[in-house]
């Protein structure tokens, strides 16, 4: 393998491990990188650089930021709606943040429960999440709607019985701009029984 | 967007400049660095850095390498076999040392003619292809099989004539492992046309 010493090899293998991204494209990337260097990849290296001392996990909610409490944990204008959305992963967070749902506050649990693969209750936030409830009216658990998604759900339910706060879940139905046609039918029939009156 | 700080947001803004990445793939790249912190994203840091201090461009032939010359000109034995191989790009040289084409040498052209674009003879390595093209027995055009890279071809080979260089380009054909089903007329007729006893 003569593509250009051992230093580009070792940052086509790392790039290579990102999501996304294979040897091929890897490869592809570390090229535009060189041919870019001042433009992208000296910014890239000491983007990395910073960010690598910068990023830490919030010790509240596990979102991931630049301090801990995290800005949303930090914000005490979340606090007051009363509302904690639990979702699996940070970038479920990010993903609700960026759907603009208003001052609320979240709960990264870190995964789902998965007895097959070993992760039990002890492996996610969910005592910190048994925690942080009485402070909150709501709690929105905002699971994949997956199998082990629904099981967490249930297990977190039960966990917060008497914690005061009321549990809910997101709605199910008809995806915004979505073609009835395309549809599964488990979420036709879920729309139908959630139908609203206009 | 409380997606975690600017050297977070920063971070997703260069890495979508990569082809093959877009802004959602860059922050789902970047949540799962963060959460590898230890295993890629501090890895990852440290070989942009040193990449970023040791690539640099070969002087004589164009490739990409952490020494100029670069590791393929400056081996003697790919002197010896008197082939130098014209390609458009670097990524093109990687393609055909990972073909394992043998001791060659090659000059990277660095694009192709392109008048609509304004990429002129000038724009290109053909002058110092020209240099360089008395001390080698064959210079074998492997351009893609582009219009603009077929000009780029022909354009070549009129530079070339009174060089003592044999002329000559890859040949056309079924991909191996192709089927003809799916091949566009083009290809077959040339396939045909350059049958081979068997």
Redesign the interface.
């Known amino acids: 393998?003569?593509?250009?010493?051992?230093?580009?090899e070792?940052?086509i293998q790392?790039?290579a491990?990102?999501?996304?991204?294979g040897p091929r494209?890897a490869?592809?990337?570390?090229?535009?990188?060189?041919k870019k260097?001042d433009q992208?990849?000296?910014?890239?290296?000491a983007?990395?650089?910073?960010?690598?001392l910068?990023?830490r996990s919030c010790e509240v909610c596990g979102?991931?930021?630049?301090?801990s409490p995290?800005?949303?944990c930090a914000d005490p204008r979340r606090g007051d709606a009363g509302m904690l959305i639990v979702v699996e992963?940070?970038?479920d967070l990010?993903a609700l943040?960026?759907a603009g749902v208003g001052a609320v506050r979240y709960h990264v649990l870190g995964g789902v429960l998965s007895p097959l693969d070993g992760v039990g209750p002890d492996d996610l936030s969910i005592d910190m999440l048994i925690r942080r409830a009485p402070d909150y009216r709501e709690i929105v658990l905002a699971v994949n709607a997956t199998v082990e998604g629904q099981t967490t759900a249930h297990y977190i339910t039960d966990r917060l019985v008497g914690s005061g706060a009321k549990v809910t879940r997101l709605a199910h139905g008809v995806p915004v701009g979505g073609e009835l046609d395309y549809l599964d039918e488990g979420t036709l029939s879920q729309a139908l029984k959630a139908r609203t009156e206009i």
Chains 1, 2 share one sequence.
């Open positions: 393998m003569a593509s250009g010493g051992p230093e580009i070792q940052l790392l790039l491990r990102l999501p996304g991204l494209s490869r592809r990337a570390v090229l535009h990188l060189i260097k992208l990849m000296i910014p890239l290296s983007a990395l650089d910073r960010a690598v910068a990023v979102n991931v930021d630049t301090q995290c800005s949303i992963d940070v970038a990010w943040e960026r």
